[in-house]
């Protein structure tokens, strides 16, 4: 096709349409146009050929009177009115002979009305009852009329008919043909659109490597060229982030290391013996030290986690067998904190990456754990639906505050409700949570909750 643009199109096929249509309705005003011709001609011809049948009767008649009169009273006035009504029978004749088919019967009648008037003029009186019936002859080419005029109207019902027809199969062909042009308009305008709508998506996901190629109408191409600009800015800003953060990583671990290794030596005394409030000093400077090195570690990890979202190994994966492998390999660190794990219900298996998944439920049941008190359930509830596969994963401890129920799912933040006995979290389990569900493309989500923090992670079924 060639590369219109997105209005360029839409024109050409609402005009293609409109004409389509147009001609349609074009052939049908044409075709009314035709048989209202047709019908006024039929029906000016049937006035024509009654009122010339009409008249040939009626002078047809008052010829064989006059003539009649005539023999008896051999009056010239007589012989006037015959001969005037002879010749209106002749006119009227001759509109029958122009207007019927060809017919031997006006012959029949001329000859007749010739030995009539020979009859008339012959020296010697002839007998009235001799005469021509010149009414009979009348009678058979009224019927003559009538037949003729009857398959006139029989050929033009016809003739409506067929173009009755003609004009619904016109009708019918001018509708699907919109219809196909609109399909083909549809089409080529939807499908770029679809690729438009899957590459903002792809780059949303964080998908920089699949190259943005977008066709159809010549604004949609350039759309797609922009798109494609676009992931390419967004590719290099990605990998000059990550430099940046290795970089960065590897350039303060290396002080870091060394102002670690200094607060060691002063804490040994190598420097000398140090009084209590320098010993106090010197643990709070290795302290923030270790937390430092800790949210370092955890960048790195978080960034190496993004990167394995996007690289999922999906296979057919069982669910509840899954929790129930990640519930035994938390078991211990549950009956530290006296915090009993249910596993209960079903759900169908996933098209997913068993690893991945591991470590979303591993995080999602250790924070609940970390959040329950003692003596208290972990509940990971498995069920589904028509459109996905559900884990809710139901503690009881302080909840998620109302306002905070997206921003749980932020990387290093911890919410405002704490743990009863808080540990070193680092407020990435809950991201990495989202990022591999998501990856699934399955979501990860707080429900409202009259105690304690209920989590519901769904995935699509396997197809």
């Known amino acids: 096709m060639p590369r ?9 096929t609402v005009l293609l349409i409109a004409g389509a249509l147009g001609a349609a309705a074009g052939s049908g005003w044409l075709m009314l146009q035709d048989f209202a011709r047709s019908s006024r001609e039929a029906s000016s011809t049937a006035l024509r050929l009654t009122t010339a049948m009409q008249q040939l009767d009626e002078r047809a008649l008052d010829m064989t009177r006059s003539a009649r009169q005539y023999l008896v009273l051999r009056d010239d006035a007589v012989r006037e009115r015959y001969r005037a009504a002879q010749t209106q029978a002749l006119e009227a004749l001759a509109t029958l002979d122009a207007s019927l088919t060809p017919t031997p019967l006006t012959a029949q009648w001329r000859e007749a009305a010739t030995a009539l008037t020979a009859a008339l003029d012959a020296p010697v009186s002839g007998d009235a009852a001799e005469l021509p019936d010149l009414v009979a002859l009348n009678d058979r080419l009224a019927e003559r009329v009538r037949t003729q005029l009857d398959r006139r109207n029989a050929d033009l019902l016809d003739t409506l008919d067929e173009r009755r027809d003609m004009l619904a199969r016109e009708v019918m062909a001018a509708i699907v043909l919109a219809l196909l042009l609109a399909v083909l308009a549809g089409w080529w305008v939807l499908r770029p659109l679809k690729a438009v709508e899957r590459a903002i998506v792809r780059l949303g996901e964080g998908g920089f490597d699949q190259t943005v190629e977008v066709g159809g109408p010549a604004d949609l191409r350039r759309l797609g060229d922009k798109l494609e600009w676009l992931r390419q800015r967004l590719a290099d800003l990605e990998a000059h982030r990550n430099r940046v953060l290795r970089h960065v990583s590897h350039e303060l671990k290396t002080p870091l290391a060394s102002l670690r290794e200094g607060i060691a030596l002063l804490q040994d005394g190598v420097t000398g013996k140090l009084s209590a409030e320098q010993q106090e000093v010197s643990g709070i400077l290795d302290a923030n030290a270790r937390a430092l090195q ?6 790195i990890g978080y960034n190496a986690t993004q990167f394995d979202a996007r690289h999922l190994e999906l296979k057919p994966t069982a669910l509840r067998a899954l929790a129930r492998e990640v519930a035994a390999d938390l078991k211990l660190q549950a009956q530290a904190k006296d915090v009993r794990l249910d596993v209960s219900g079903y759900a169908p298996p996933v098209r997913g990456d068993a690893a991945k998944l591991r470590i979303a439920l591993s995080n999602l049941l250790a924070n609940g754990i970390a959040f329950s008190p003692h003596g208290g359930t972990v509940r990971l509830e498995l069920s589904s639906d028509e459109a996905a596969a559900r884990i809710d994963c139901i503690d009881e401890g302080p909840g998620v505050a109302p306002d905070e129920t997206e921003r ?7 919410g405002s409700r704490r743990a009863p006995r808080p540990d070193k979290g680092n407020g990435l389990g809950l991201a990495i949570v989202r ?3 998501a990856a699934h ?8 909750a009259e105690r304690g923090a209920h989590f519901r992670i769904e995935l699509p079924h396997a197809r």
Request: cysteine-free; proline content about 6%.
């Open 294 to 299: 800790e949210r370092i570690e955890q960048l």
């Open 441 to 448: 493309g399955g979501s990860a989500r707080v429900l409202p």
């Open 408 to 414: 749980i799912f932020e990387p290093f933040f911890r």
């Open 4 to 12: 219109f643009s997105f209005r360029i199109t839409l024109l050409l």
């Open 435 to 437: 990022e591999f569900i």
